[in-house]
């Protein structure tokens, strides 16, 4: 039996584990969960899984939620102490870091510091402090799995091959819902046309960072710090049907890449069950049936994002997490309806522009360039106005 | 230093592997190799790669090459007794088998009974033994390493893998030069039409066998012996562009795909040198610039010869063996002009379908099942008539 944590359990990444977890109640045994607030949803997941402890990021929330558990024997905790404390539960094996956003990077490096196994889902860790992150889990030799299809596909195919005989990886993108849009209708974008991602049913940010390509920006600099690779080895290849999730070009010209329907329980079943696979109970790639593969290259003056994330993974220091966090504000403001659609890269592109690098050597650097982003973010978003 | 040999130097596999050999003096060294019969080529081979000993099937052309190259210290054998001496000389690590046909088979034998690590572009040695070659191979814990390009595909896909996460494999095919052709227009296929292989540069036969579609059905033979899989989990998958050159689905439904420009040498780079690979100064794959990859079903009715070997691949017995004879005298019959493209596969369906099955547990049964199908191949030949 497998003792699991799932930080972020209402999420997409969350109820896709809580799914597969579900079919092999014999195997795996959710002992601690984390969510922001709570509802119905939660309560439900809550019922269903009988975790030993629970916490909420939000005290208000984990109050609400005390008494409507009452009944259960059901630990709640809150606020972030709350989250670390469910991230490092003494008996949990597996730790499946699926909060959204830089949310997560406490609670995730919280888990590696008491050596747990962890899954990474959420790709803001890596991105906003990778170096120490990688540092953290290498003293201890502690384990981070990939879940991101990209990278679990990268992943999957390095097994049983030499880190020297890489030449470069592949991470490819669907494009998103807006791959042929012009530049000049980027203003009109819709928040429901930017939201309806072609492959993959996805939470909103992640939907609309995949409609800017600013998910592939933050992927390769997550893939840096995951399979330590130079920006040069690090390629974008666009691939409208998301099909062939990513590949690895090795030194010998060989290419092995990783398939399968858009589906994330099959990089959620890996990590549960790494280094073994099981049988899942989902239709096979047909790939007759599907007829054709296509592929193109990135268009990076169409998708000005993915050029600032580049520029950005060569320089590293603070500058990934001002990235990220310019972003985060940017999608937040375009999700309300504060800027367009094509605000959101004036916003990132300012931000990053406006920032003086620093070493990113201890939480401390990352934490306090993520807090300047989102003040200097915030200020773009307000000079710019109303959409 | 490893030391090699080559069985079948100045073929396409030869010739290829010779390449890969040349480029890396300091690594590789050719103890010994073999040929049919004695011209330039080989002469010219000799004097680049100063082998320790070379063998020629034919006794004739051995004395004339013993002439042609007396003054340089290369010992020359002759006879099926001289090619199986080199297969096993004492200081081979590596065998590479690429001799074409079921003459490949005893020589391949010897090698792997002797202890040598055998590299297999022959794919008749399995084919028509591959039961007792398995366990001659496991008695002694040789490996063998494929080097069809299929089968590479698939046992690099597999490193890192466990054999029982196999859900089933899939061997690509091109289709041939004679995809698209209807079954009426087959009578008038000209020999050169058949040899016109849309994509990989071959000798002549297995050039016919990809447009019969026999090359695959002969490797579905032999990956079940080279893979230890049953004929259910082993599918075919038409692919024109011949860039995915096989692919695993595995039992959590992740599909594991190997592909590359088409070039021999990276499979017999990888042979050489397993298990690493090695940096060759090959253009990379760029599926920008390919644009599309198709695939589609295999058409068993256009393609009958594919539909035999699935039986045959199902019963087993001697029938591997007769339906590899029976091709190899319609293929020459063909090539000699003597039938019609059309007409290989009612050679190879009646051959396969006047035999009666026996066990193939010697190599005296499975070579008695080659000498009765290639007599009973010849009668039918003949009953056909000129084409």
Known sequence: MKHIVILGATGSIGTNTLDIINRFPDRFQVLGLTAKSSDDKLEKIIRCVKPAVVALSDPKAAAALKRRIASL??????????????????????????????????????????????????????????????????????????IDSEHSAIFQVLNGERHGDIKRIVLTASGGPLLKLSKAMKQKVTKKEALAH???????????????????????????????????????????????????????RSVIAQMGLPDMRVPISYVLNYPERTA???????????????????????????????????????????LNAANEVAVSAFLEERICFGDIERVVRQTVDAHLPQKAETIEDVMAADAWARTEGAQVVQQIGSC
């Open 73 to 146: 024997n059901v630990e709640v905790l809150s606020g972030e102490e709350g989250v670390k404390q469910v991230a490092c539960l003494p008996e949990a094996e597996l730790v499946i870091s699926a909060i959204v956003g830089a949310a997560g990077l406490l609670p995730t490096l919280s888990a590696i510091k008491s050596g747990k196994t962890v899954a990474l889902a959420n790709k803001e860790p890596m991105v906003m402090a990778g170096e120490i992150i990688q540092r953290e889990a290498k003293k201890r030799a502690v384990p981070i799995l990939p």
């Open 198 to 252: 072609p492959n993959w049913k996805m939470g909103p940010k992640i939907s609309i960072d995949s409609a800017t390509l600013m998910n592939k920006g933050l992927e390769i600099i997550e893939a840096k710090w995951l399979f330590d690779l130079p920006p040069g080895k690090i390629d974008v290849l666009i691939h409208p049907q998301s099909i062939i999730h990513s590949m690895v070009e090795f030194i010998d």
């Open 280 to 322: 899942l109970p989902l239709p096979s790639l047909d790939l007759a049936a599907l007829g054709t593969l296509s592929f193109e290259a990135p268009d990076f003056e169409r998708f000005p994002l993915l050029t600032v994330a580049y520029e950005v993974l060569k320089e590293g220091l603070t500058l990934p997490s001002v």
